[in-house]
C-alpha cells in the first residue's frame, strides 16, 4: 500500500480522499493556490503545499506544479479528485515519468474513453449504441456550423475534454451557433485547458442515467448499478438518485454489460462511469466516458455498502477487487443534492462571501461530505460547490422525507445558497412520481421563477442574520470596553457565542 498520497484537488472532494487515507493508515499532501491558504483541505492534510496563485490555470492546472510538490513531498501517488486535470491523459503520463502512481485510468485508456469523441468511436466499434453526431473534434466552427445544418437543429456543442456540464452549449438556429461556439469553447479552456469542441444530435426530454464501473488490472470489471441524473439545470446535474425508477432488471443488465464491454475494450483501470441517455420507449444511447471518480459517488455508496474511494487506492495499489457484482445486493435508496454559494434570486450569480455562520444537518441516515467551516470565505475564482447532502432510506419515501428534514435543518449566513431549490424540488408532484427528464427543471424555473424560496421563510431568514449581525457587534463592543479587565475578558470568553446562541434560538425557531 502507498505511503503517501498528493491530492491534486481542492474543496470537498480533497478532504473526501484525504478522509479515506487517513482511514487507511496512509499520509496525505494537499496543494492550494493562494485563495486556498486556510481551506478545510489545507487544515486536514498532513502536509499541504502552496503552487501559485488564485487562478487554476496558474495553480491546479499546473502538471509541471503538482509532480514537483509530489517528489519534493515524498509521495509515492496522486489522485486526481474530480475536474480541474482528473481527466488530462497529461497528469498519469507525467506521474509514470516521475515513477509516481495515477490513481485512476492510464493515459492511453484515458485517450481511448475519456476523450468524448474518440468514447464515441469506441462504443461504436464495441457495438453500444450512440446519439448521433461528430465522430471526431470539429476544429474549424464553420465546419460544425454546416453539419448541424445537415443533421438539423437543436444541436448540442461539447467539449472534448472534462464533463461536469462545463463547454456545452444547446443550439436551436443558425443565429445562435457562433456565439454558443465561442462561450463553449472559451468555458472548456478555462476548466480543461482544452479548448476542443465536438457536436452530437440533441435528444428532446431524454433521462440521463450513468452505470458506476470498477475494474482492477487483473481482468475484473464489475458494474455497481445505475444512478438517476437526469435533474439538471443548465446540463448541470443537481440531484442524483439510485436506483432509478425506471430502470427495469433487463434495462440494467444490458446497460451494466455495455457499460463492461466498453470498459474492457478500452483497457479501463480504476473507478469510472459510462453515462447513457434513455428515451421514453427505453432505449439507451451511450453520451460518454467519466474516467474518474464523480461527484455523485456517494450514493453508489450508500446503497452499495462500498467505499470507492479506498477501492481506488486499492486498486492503483495492485490489489484485485475483492468481490464480483453478483455478490453484492444493493440495499435501499439514496439521494444527493450539490449545494453551492450561489443566489437563486439572482439567476444563481455565484455568491462568494464569508461564512458567517452554518448548521450542519446530522441524524438516521443523513451524510454531509463538505468542504467549508464557519468563518471560512468562499472563493470567487472556482467553482462554488459547498457540500454534497446525502440522504439514504429503506424506500424513496424515506429517503425524500429524511432529505427534506436534512435541508430544514441546514442553515447557512453570510453568503447565499441554493437550498431553498431542494425544497422546492422535493415538494414538486412529477418529482415525486419520477417523471423527470434532462430539461424538467429548466422548464420548470422557466414557468414560475419567482416560486424559489431561498431558505424556508425569507423574512425570516432576515431577521435571523439581523439577529445574528446585532448579537456579534454587542459582543465585540462587550470586549472592547473590557479589554482593560483580564478577569472580564477571561470571564467573558468561557461564555458561549452570543452569535451561536441567537443562530441556535432561529434555528430552533424554524423546525416544526
Known amino acids: 500500500m502507498f505511503k503517501k498520497i498528493l491530492i491534486a484537488n481542492r474543496g470537498e472532494i480533497a478532504v473526501r480522499i484525504l478522509r479515506a487515507c487517513r482511514e487507511l493508515g496512509i499520509r496525505s499532501a494537499a496543494v492550494f493556490s493562494q485563495v486556498d491558504r486556510t481551506s478545510l483541505h489545507v487544515r486536514l492534510a498532513d502536509e499541504a503545499y502552496p503552487i501559485g496563485p488564485a487562478s487554476s490555470r496558474e495553480s491546479y492546472l499546473r502538471i509541471d506544479k503538482i509532480i514537483d510538490v509530489a517528489r519534493r513531498s515524498g509521495c509515492d501517488a496522486v489522485h486526481p479528485g474530480y475536474g480541474f486535470l482528473a481527466e488530462n491523459a497529461a497528469l498519469p503520463r507525467a506521474c509514470t515519468d516521475a515513477g509516481l502512481t495515477f490513481i485512476g485510468p492510464s493515459a492511453e485508456a484515458m485517450e481511448a474513453l475519456g476523450s468524448k469523441t474518440a468514447g464515441r468511436q469506441l462504443a461504436r466499434r464495441s457495438d453500444v449504441p450512440t446519439v448521433p453526431g461528430a465522430d471526431d473534434p470539429i476544429e474549424n466552427p464553420d465546419d460544425a456550423q454546416a453539419l448541424a445544418q445537415n443533421m438539423g437543429y437543436p ?68 458494474s455497481l448499478g445505475e444512478r438517476e441524473c437526469s435533474v439538471q439545470r443548465r446540463h448541470q446535474k443537481v440531484i442524483e438518485e439510485a436506483p432509478s425508477l425506471v430502470v427495469t432488471p433487463e434495462l440494467r443488465k444490458k446497460m451494466g454489460d455495455a457499460a463492461v464491454r466498453l470498459a474492457r475494450a478500452g483497457g479501463y483501470v480504476n473507478a469510472g462511469t459510462v453515462e447513457f441517455l434513455v428515451d421514453t420507449h427505453l432505449n439507451f444511447y451511450f453520451l460518454e466516458v467519466n474516467t474518474r471518480l464523480q461527484v455523485e459517488h456517494p450514493v453508489t455508496e450508500q446503497v452499495t455498502g462500498l467505499d470507492l474511494v479506498k477501492l481506488q ?74 457540500s454534497k447532502l446525502i440522504a439514504w432510506g429503506n424506500s424513496r419515501e424515506e429517503t425524500i422525507a429524511r432529505l427534506r428534514r436534512a435541508l430544514e435543518e441546514y442553515t447557512v449566513t453570510g453568503i447565499k445558497t441554493n437550498a431553498g431549490l431542494f425544497r422546492r424540488i422535493l415538494a414538486e408532484p412529477e418529482f415525486l412520481c419520477g417523471e423527470i427528464h434532462t430539461k424538467w427543471l429548466d422548464d420548470l424555473l422557466r414557468r414560475s421563477p419567482t416560486a424559489l424560496p431561498t431558505s424556508g421563510d425569507p423574512a425570516q431568514q432576515g431577521r435571523a442574520e439581523d439577529a445574528a449581525a446585532i448579537a456579534s457587534a454587542f459582543r465585540q463592543a462587550r470586549q472592547s470596553e473590557n479589554h482593560s479587565d483580564p478577569s472580564s475578558s477571561v470571564q467573558d470568553s468561557l461564555q458561549p457565542s452570543r452569535w451561536k446562541q441567537e443562530g441556535r434560538r432561529q434555528q430552533l425557531d424554524r423546525l416544526p
Open 313 to 386: 487506492i486499492a486498486i492503483a495499489a495492485g490489489h484485485r477487487l475483492p468481490f464480483a457484482w453478483e455478490t453484492i445486493t444493493p440495499r435501499g435508496h439514496a439521494m444527493e443534492v450539490r449545494l453551492y454559494a450561489e443566489d437563486p434570486e439572482n439567476s444563481f450569480f455565484p455568491s462568494p462571501g464569508k461564512i458567517l455562520s452554518r448548521h450542519a444537518p446530522s441524524g438516521p441516515g443523513i451524510r454531509l461530505d463538505e468542504g467549508v467551516y464557519e468563518g471560512w470565505t468562499v472563493p470567487m475564482d472556482y467553482d462554488p460547490l459547498l
Open 155 to 222: 444541436v448540442l456543442l461539447k467539449a472534448v475534454a472534462g464533463g461536469g456540464g462545463k463547454g456545452m452549449r444547446v443550439v436551436t438556429r443558425d443565429t445562435e451557433f457562433a456565439p454558443a461556439w465561442r462561450d463553449a469553447s472559451s468555458e472548456a479552456l478555462n476548466a480543461f485547458g482544452d479548448s476542443r469542441l465536438y457536436l452530437e444530435k440533441y435528444l428532446e426530454k431524454p433521462r440521463h442515467i450513468e452505470i458506476q464501473i470498477l475494474a482492477d488490472a487483473h481482468g475484473r470489471v464489475v
